[in-house]
């Protein structure tokens, strides 16, 4: 190439402008990336058998934020991309996180300030409850349509909306 | 997407030499070009994150009202499944990272046979997908008014009608993304077989790859939330 293919971005010239740029990984990268997942995925299963009480959904969700960066970081080559691709993909985190904060903090204030103010606040979120479990008189479980209909019929004749779900 | 490289808007320097076949007359550079590409590429995964947390969110608030129906209702979520689901997901995305790295190199039939073991895993999750879906409707556990377990023998306390609402709509969102990751990993595939890509133009593979990545990320949340409740 002569000086007269000199190619100016952001005011600094470049070179080899015909090639795309980019960091090519090692092999060795992509399987040691591909065991820390499975390590990882297997750590999420037996944290669950751990019984951690309230604990274990912060873990759990730890773990899976683990698994995330490593997928962004070495899969989807953000470690060695375009910082402003990174900054595009965490602010997403930052809108996530007000959606969450915000709908979650005015879920639990409601009863507060209902309380307070006396308004009338809903607080039975599901329009109607499912009938309650049947006990099945007969052996078998798995009942047909007829027999599950049956059994409702005995179990209570009050829920109109239940009747309705029975029908089909 | 022009190859007239002597038309006049054509913005080459000059003695640049010729391109590869996808150059789009506007762009000075490859990398020009696919720094744009990859950068519309994270700007749509970031709206796909976005889309997500909405049904993240309303798992969440599910579970802060109704703590123990999720934790009744989800037994009957089958792990093995979902844990079956999570590893073929997890090679998926090596298999398509490697896809991406023999683009890179430029080795065409190594991006064929990655991207055939890509979709054959993307197969095998929809597969078992279908499985565990068609268990749950034989057990009427279905969303909101359609279900109906307690008619099959199963007495879930509480409200799990609401719990199924938010199962099936996430992991079925979920499907749905794995089922255009396949339409788009054979299209691309399609591609590899025409020769079309090069270590100068591997856009498409890259861009896949990333969508393909998300769908993985996406799975690495719920399968924990919804299958390993404690």
């Known amino acids: 190439m002569t000086d007269q293919t000199k190619l100016h971005l952001h005011g600094k010239p470049i070179e080899g402008f015909e090639e795309v740029h980019e960091h090519i990984s090692p092999l060795k990268s992509y399987m040691a990336v591909f065991g820390a997942l499975l390590v990882l995925t297997g750590l999420t299963y037996a944290v669950s058998y751990m019984s951690l009480g309230p604990a274990s959904l912060p873990v759990a969700m730890i773990v899976a934020l683990a698994k995330a960066t490593l997928v962004c970081m070495y899969f989807m080559h953000l470690k060695y991309d375009d910082r402003y691709h990174v900054f595009v993909f965490l602010s997403t985190l930052i809108f996530v996180g007000i959606f969450f904060t915000f709908t979650i903090f005015d879920l639990q204030s409601r009863d507060k300030l209902s309380e307070e103010q006396g308004t009338f606040f809903m607080k039975e979120y599901d329009r109607e409850p499912p009938p309650p479990p049947v006990v099945i008189p007969h052996g078998e479980g798995h009942g047909e349509g007829e027999h599950g209909e049956g059994d409702h019929g005995e179990s209570k004749a009050g829920e109109g909306k239940a009747d309705k779900m029975g029908e089909h | ?71 009744e209702a989800h037994e009957h979520l089958n792990k093995v499944a979902g844990g079956i689901n999570t590893v073929v997901l997890i090679t998926s995305s090596l298999t398509m990272a490697l896809a991406v ?8 039939p190594a991006i064929k046979r990655n991207l055939l073991l890509t979709i054959a895993f993307a197969l095998t999750f929809m597969v078992v997908k279908y499985f565990e879906y068609s268990t749950k409707i034989e057990h009427g556990m279905l969303p909101g008014k359609y279900y109906n377990a307690w008619e099959h023998g199963y007495a879930i306390q509480g409200s ?38 090069s270590p100068s133009y591997y856009t498409p593979v890259e861009n896949v790859g990333l969508y393909w990545h998300l769908v993985d990320l996406i799975w690495i949340f719920l399968f924990p939330l919804l299958y390993l409740v404690r």
């Open chain 2, 101 to 108: 790295r023999a683009a890179q190199v430029g080795d065409t």
């Open chain 2, 1 to 71: 997407m022009s190859t007239d490289h002597s038309s006049p808007k054509a913005h080459r320097p000059e003695g640049a030499g010729e391109p590869h076949a996808f150059m789009a007359h506007h762009f000075n550079t490859p990398g020009q070009q696919a720094g744009a590409a990859k950068f519309g590429m994270w700007v749509f995964l970031a709206t796909e994150i976005l889309m997500f947390s909405g049904l993240f969110l309303a798992y969440f608030i599910v579970r802060m009202h109704y703590p123990d129906m999720v934790l």
């Open chain 2, 160 to 197: 799990p009608h609401i719990f199924f609402a938010v199962y099936f709509c996430m992991t079925g969102l979920h499907g749905i993304h794995v089922l255009i990751g396949i339409g788009v990993l054979t299209w691309i595939y399609l591609r590899a077989g025409k020769g079309h890509f």
